[in-house]
């Protein structure tokens, strides 16, 4: 007994060599995205969103969904939009140049090898004027769709003329950066964007965001003369 008590005595003094503790890529792309993605209209704040509002929408369609393929097209989607990895060669689309540049991120920062290709499909389609194809892609291109609409899109687009950028989507270098230029690219948002949502549970929001926004500019054409004075 005394030598059992003995060996039981050494083993609890006897440090426990854990595993190591596997990277959390999750706080790690939350971390480059806050660090690197700043801009009022698709900065880190769209991008986080982005990822709870195709939750929810996949969620009210009853629709399974790669929660890691989700996570991180939410949060790096829009990464061609900053330096260094944007290109100003305008027949280059950003969801194209942040596909192709986006696994090196990714990687480093121990995401799955497997689902990278998941990730690039559906940050190629993430803008409403492209079709999405799989949960994962429609959710996060309806996401980001809807995100161009009601107040929110209207906070984004008007931000973009504080901020000294054109106002378009995509961005139109020729387009001048004042409040008439956003109000037009805000009517053009309202007519372009609500035919390209794709799931049921995104269409069926899209009428009040409309409303929402049509309200607004109803409202500041009243107190512009008409958007004179704007």
Known sequence: MRRLATIIALLL???????????DWRAGLQDFATSHFRHPAWGWQ???RDYALA????REDG????DDVLFATAWIHDIAAFVPWEDKDPHHDHSDVGADKLGDVLLRLGFPATKI?????????HMFYRKAVGPEAVYLHDADALDWLGAIGVA???????????????PDPDAAPDLPA????IEQNLKDVPPGVQSPAARARVPALVAEARAFLARLRTESEGGAAL
């Open 13 to 23: 003094a006897t440090p426990v060599a854990h595993a190591a503790t596997a990277p």
């Open 46 to 48: 769209h991008s986080r």
């Open 55 to 58: 939750r929810e929408l996949a």
């Open 63 to 66: 629709v399974a969904i790669d």
């Open 117 to 125: 290709e998941a990730v690039r499909a559906a940050t190629r389609t």
């Open 156 to 170: 984004r687009i008007i931000a973009t003329v504080e901020h000294g950028n054109p106002p378009t989507t995509p």
């Open 182 to 185: 956003a109000v037009a690219q």
